[in-house]
């Protein structure tokens, strides 16, 4: 499906083009879109990739993945039937998920590129998607959150008297896309279509050559002890920070002032949420995740007697490579988009569409963020920084617009950068699960915002 949706938007960019005299700026979109894949894009993954690669090293070395897998294999042998249970892919895929449960971008593709390196070795068919990583990237591609953190955020720095209005209708839609995302592929993959043969899948009960590690050795009681108070202090900062935002900024801009005099003031990042109790304590955890995940996860690996600084050494090594093997997967998508997007291909589909939907209370507006979310993270957001400054940051259409964003992905975006970093050119069935879970998000957003804002 993906060599279609591909082809299609290389040639009605070029008929488009032709048609209304725009093919020079369709050829520079196509090479921008080149340069961007490449300097934007693959090369700061580089480094970001090596960082979580290392921790995630720490993290199997020291036993902490396999604990999580295991906490959870109820739940993960349901969904993932084909992935063995005590796999080094269930606790990256667990890593993955609550990464973006958080809202944490930075963490969550390089830790969801480790799994598909993990799923990879289950693969009997090199090149060919198995059904695990396809249901991984219907997950990936239904936008499980909890706060759509940049949506809030730019709602709030536009002047919206309640940006944080978004985040149970975006609980919600998100919800209805990753029901409809895990229903869709896993109906999908029993299609003759997608359907690989029984034989070529791995066996559920068995390692598939997969070895143990050995148990790393138990921790003493000084260790035992500065691990209790590493978490007596994140424990203590986060209700800090998420119950008491007032007192804590006193105490931070006092032991600021005592460790650096002169330095500047206190201040909450910009779109903190200072009214709604939840959304400030999940902000607070995602606030507090990365420095945790940093700090933690290498000292309790120096406990269990892992050499942290080697080990790390060795797990940020695989960035780069990974970061290099997705280019020609990143040029592919993004040269595609951007000369489809150039040549007017978005705003034509959203005039042809509009007359059918205005009646369904689908405002035509939406229907270029609609199109282009799919297909490019850095256009979308643009779209609706626009919505909100043409419409007012609390109006119904900057609301729907924003509960979209939350509750949706770049789907082709993380199929080239997911698959590309594994070199899987037979997607199967993950375009279309995709593609239907960003659907049920747009549906639903546009529903529960007219019922909750609607009036």
């Given at each position: 499906?993906?060599n279609?949706?591909?082809?299609?938007?290389?040639?009605?960019?070029?008929?488009?083009?032709?048609?209304?005299?725009?093919?020079?700026?369709?050829?520079?979109?196509g090479?921008?879109?080149?340069?961007?894949a490449?300097?934007?894009l693959a090369?700061?993954l580089a480094?970001?990739?090596a960082l979580?690669?290392?921790?995630?090293r720490?993290?199997?070395?020291?036993?902490v993945v396999?604990?999580?897998?295991?906490?959870?294999?109820?739940?993960?042998?349901?969904?993932?039937?084909?992935?063995?249970p005590?796999?080094?892919?269930?606790?990256?895929?667990?890593?993955?998920?609550?990464?973006?449960m958080?809202?944490?971008?930075?963490?969550?593709?390089?830790?969801g590129l480790?799994?598909?390196?993990?799923l990879?070795?289950l693969?009997?068919?090199p090149?060919?998607?198995t059904?695990?990583?396809?249901t991984?990237?219907?997950?990936n591609?239904?936008?499980?959150q909890?706060i759509p953190?940049?949506?809030v955020?730019?709602?709030?720095?536009?002047g919206?008297i309640?940006?944080s209005?978004?985040i149970?209708?975006?609980i919600f839609?998100?919800?209805?896309?990753?029901i409809?995302?895990?229903?869709?592929?896993?109906?999908?993959?029993?299609?003759?279509?997608?359907?690989?043969?029984?034989?070529?899948?791995?066996s559920?009960?068995?390692?598939?050559?997969?070895?143990q590690e050995?148990s790393?050795?138990p921790?003493?009681?000084?260790?035992?002890l500065?691990l209790?108070i590493?978490?007596?202090?994140?424990?203590?900062?986060?209700?800090?920070?998420?119950f008491?935002?007032?007192g804590?900024a006193?105490l931070?801009?006092?032991?600021r002032?005592?460790?650096?005099?002169g330095a500047?003031p206190?201040?909450?990042p910009e779109?903190?949420?200072?009214k709604?109790?939840?959304?400030r304590?999940?902000e607070?955890?995602?606030?507090?995740?990365?420095?945790?995940?940093l700090?933690?996860?290498p000292?309790?690996?120096a406990?269990r007697?892992?050499?942290v600084y080697e080990?790390?050494?060795?797990g940020?090594?695989?960035?780069?490579?990974?970061?290099v093997?997705?280019?020609?997967?990143?040029?592919?998508?993004l040269?595609?988009?951007g000369?489809?997007?150039?040549?007017g291909?978005?705003?034509?589909?959203?005039?042809?569409?509009?007359?059918?939907l205005d009646p369904?209370?689908?405002?035509?507006d939406?229907?270029?963020?609609?199109?282009?979310?799919p297909?490019?993270?850095s256009?979308?957001?643009?779209?609706?920084?626009e919505l909100?400054?043409?419409?007012g940051?609390?109006?119904l259409?900057?609301?729907m617009?924003?509960t979209i964003?939350g509750s949706?992905?770049?789907?082709?975006?993380?199929i080239?950068v997911?698959f590309?970093?594994?070199?899987?050119r037979?997607?199967?069935?993950?375009v279309?699960?995709?593609?239907?879970?960003?659907l049920?998000?747009?549906?639903?957003?546009?529903?529960i915002?007219?019922?909750?804002?609607?009036?």
């Amino acid at each position: 499906m993906l060599n279609g949706i591909w082809l299609s938007l290389l040639l009605l960019a070029a008929l488009l083009g032709a048609l209304t005299g725009q093919l020079p700026e369709v050829t520079k979109a196509g090479f921008d879109a080149c340069v961007r894949a490449v300097m934007d894009l693959a090369l700061p993954l580089a480094g970001v990739m090596a960082l979580w690669l290392g921790i995630m090293r720490l993290a199997e070395k020291s036993g902490v993945v396999g604990f999580l897998a295991k906490a959870l294999r109820p739940i993960l042998t349901r969904i993932f039937p084909d992935v063995p249970p005590a796999h080094p892919a269930m606790g990256s895929m667990v890593m993955n998920m609550a990464a973006n449960m958080l809202g944490l971008a930075n963490a969550a593709t390089p830790l969801g590129l480790r799994a598909m390196q993990d799923l990879e070795k289950l693969n009997p068919r090199p090149g060919v998607a198995t059904n695990a990583m396809c249901t991984f990237l219907a997950i990936n591609t239904s936008s499980v959150q909890l706060i759509p953190a940049t949506a809030v955020a730019i709602l709030a720095a536009k002047g919206s008297i309640q940006p944080s209005a978004i985040i149970g209708t975006a609980i919600f839609a998100t919800t209805c896309s990753t029901i409809v995302g895990l229903t869709s592929v896993k109906l999908l993959e029993r299609w003759p279509r997608f359907r690989l043969p029984e034989e070529a899948l791995p066996s559920p009960t068995t390692e598939t050559g997969e070895e143990q590690e050995k148990s790393p050795p138990p921790l003493n009681g000084a260790w035992k002890l500065a691990l209790m108070i590493a978490l007596a202090a994140f424990a203590l900062l986060f209700v800090m920070m998420s119950f008491f935002p007032g007192g804590f900024a006193v105490l931070a801009d006092a032991s600021r002032r005592a460790l650096a005099p002169g330095a500047a003031p206190f201040a909450f990042p910009e779109g903190w949420l200072l009214k709604h109790p939840f959304s400030r304590a999940v902000e607070t955890l995602s606030l507090l995740a990365i420095p945790f995940f940093l700090a933690v996860f290498p000292l309790y690996a120096a406990a269990r007697r892992v050499p942290v600084y080697e080990e790390f050494v060795e797990g940020a090594k695989e960035g780069f490579q990974v970061a290099v093997r997705i280019i020609p997967f990143l040029v592919a998508i993004l040269a595609a988009v951007g000369m489809f997007r150039a040549a007017g291909g978005i705003d034509l589909l959203a005039r042809i569409l509009a007359p059918v939907l205005d009646p369904l209370r689908f405002p035509s507006d939406l229907l270029p963020l609609v199109f282009m979310r799919p297909l490019s993270g850095s256009g979308s957001l643009g779209l609706f920084a626009e919505l909100v400054a043409t419409h007012g940051p609390d109006s119904l259409i900057a609301r729907m617009a924003g509960t979209i964003m939350g509750s949706t992905e770049t789907t082709f975006y993380v199929i080239a950068v997911y698959f590309g970093s594994v070199a899987v050119r037979r997607t199967r069935h993950a375009v279309p699960a995709g593609l239907l879970a960003d659907l049920a998000g747009v549906a639903a957003s546009v529903a529960i915002c007219n019922f909750v804002f609607g009036g």
